[in-house]
Structures are given as C-alpha cells and as structure tokens.
Nanobody, 123 residues
Framework: QVELVDSGGGSVQTGGSLRLSCAAS????????MGWFRQAPGKGREWVAH????????DYSDSVEGRFTASQDNAKNTVYLQMNSLKPEDTAMYYC????????????????WGQGTQVTVSS
C-alpha cells in the first residue's frame, strides 16, 4: 500500500504561480509512473502531466504544455508540479497518482491516488 499526500494548492490571480507537491509513503517515485490529474466541478478527471524513469521522462497535456513542469526528488519520495502563468481555466482539484509504467493519460492505469489539493485562479 502506498499513501500519497498532495499539498501546495491555493488561490492566485491570473498569471500567478503555484508549486504542488506529492509525498509518497514508500520508495515509489523512482520506479513508478507518477501522474498529475485535475478535476473541475461538473467535469471529468483530466490528465495534466506525468513523470517517469526516476524523473527522466515527462509529458504534458496540450493545455498546460510550456506552463507547467513536473519534477521529482527521489531522495524525498516526492514529485512536484510547478505551475506558471496560471489561468482561470486551470481552477480545479489537483491529484497526484502512482501506477506501473509505461505512463498513460488514463486514470484507470493508476493504482494509488492522493487526496487532492485545490487550485483556484481568479481573473
């Protein structure tokens, strides 16, 4: 069993930045696919990014490419999502997730989920 704890959300204005963190209870991040998803009210869970290979490989959705950066600290068993140039449409609950590689954008491929952290971007 792996526990993931999401943190770092908050309220910012358009153009602002936030860094989300996801701490894993076990030595998971080095070998797993670590994904970031978000869910806005009334919408489905949307894939945002994933990172794998101990941090060597990343991929992003078109909606966040160039603005968000995923990274990880293997020694701390923690993954991060740096979010810059935030827009109101980025407002959502953000979740990290862990699953076996290869990474995909499909939520059902991820086994463990964090509790989520709220990001609100005002115009």
């Amino acid at each position: 069993q792996v526990e993931l704890v999401d943190s770092g959300g908050g309220s910012v204005q358009t153009g602002g930045s936030l860094r989300l963190s996801c701490a894993a209870s076990r030595n998971t991040v080095r070998s797993a696919c670590m994904g970031w998803f978000r869910q806005a009210p009334g919408k489905g869970r949307e894939w945002v990014a994933h990172i794998s290979g101990g941090g060597g490989r990343t991929d992003y959705s078109d909606s966040v490419e160039g603005r968000f950066t995923a990274s990880q600290d293997n020694a701390k068993n923690t993954v991060y999502l740096q979010m810059n140039s935030l827009k109101p449409e980025d407002t959502a609950m953000y979740y990290c997730a862990a699953g076996p590689p290869p990474c995909t954008a499909l939520p059902y491929n991820y086994v463990y989920w964090g509790q989520g952290t709220q990001v609100t971007v005002s115009s």
